[in-house]
């Protein structure tokens, strides 16, 4: 019996893995490869966008559905916990992150995401918003690296006795569950920061001449 069990834990791992294929990462999210220096006119269309898809019933329910999941403990297989947890640092950092890019855009833009006045909004600095974006990237290389471990885990989880694999399964529907959240959300954050550095720049640039 506990062999059957071994095996269907095996399986489903195997199916979960096949799976993930799907989801490793060939290229960093948060890299923009699009360097097009654009108008104040394109920036602000591009915003747009960019809050349109923010606010779309799509990505919210993406978003959502990523924070109902409960954080893994450790089950005892190395490759699997350290990827766990690390899905779990990145859930956290970028529940934070929504935290910080209305106030990064209402400094750079004077508006809100509703298109309303910004008031009594703290101004940030060139290097401020720069941090943000160099965050954005290193998440996005840590998650490109990470996302290729998927592939290699069943092996991890066979070898770990019953047990250990169901908790395993487990954890490991936890990370695939997330990894599609974490992925748009990286490059989503990566291209309004990229929009707000530029408008920025270009704000700046048009106060230094007058």
């Given at each position: 019996m506990k062999k059957l069990l071994l095996s269907a834990v095996f399986a489903l791992t195997l199916c979960f893995a096949a799976k993930a294929q799907d989801e490793t990462l060939t290229e960093n999210p948060a890299e923009i490869k699009d360097t097009k220096v654009l108008t104040i006119d394109e920036l602000k269309a591009q915003r747009a966008e960019l809050v349109a898809m923010l606010k779309s019933e799509e990505f919210q329910k993406v978003l959502a559905k990523a924070d109902n999941l409960k954080?893994?403990?450790?089950?005892?297989?190395?490759?699997?916990?350290?990827?766990?947890?690390?899905?779990?640092?990145?859930?956290?950092?970028?529940?934070?992150?929504?935290?910080?890019?209305?106030?990064?855009?209402?400094?750079?833009?004077?508006?809100?995401?509703?298109?309303?006045?910004?008031?009594?909004?703290?101004?940030?600095?060139p290097d401020q918003l720069v941090g943000f974006s160099k965050l954005c990237l290193?998440?996005?290389?840590?998650?490109?690296?990470?996302?290729?471990?998927?592939i290699t885990l069943p092996?991890?989880?066979?070898?770990?006795?019953?047990?250990?694999?169901?908790?395993?399964?487990?954890?490991?529907?936890?990370?695939?569950?997330?990894?599609?959240?974490i992925k748009q959300e990286i490059a989503f954050n990566s291209k309004m920061?990229?929009?707000?550095?530029?408008?920025?720049?270009?704000?700046?640039?048009?106060?230094?001449?007058?």
């Open positions: 954080p893994q403990k450790d089950v005892g297989i190395a490759g699997l916990d350290a990827l766990s947890n690390l899905v779990t640092t990145m859930m956290t950092q970028l529940k934070e992150n929504r935290a910080l890019l209305p106030q990064m855009y209402a400094s750079v833009t004077g508006q809100t995401l509703d298109g309303l006045p910004a008031t009594e909004v703290k101004p940030l600095s290193a998440m996005g290389s840590s998650l490109l690296k990470s996302s290729k471990d998927l092996g991890e989880i066979k070898s770990a006795g019953l047990m250990k694999g169901i908790k395993g399964l487990k954890s490991l529907m936890y990370i695939k569950s997330n990894l599609g959240a920061i990229n929009n707000l550095v530029q408008t920025n720049k270009l704000a700046m640039a048009a106060t230094t001449t007058k």
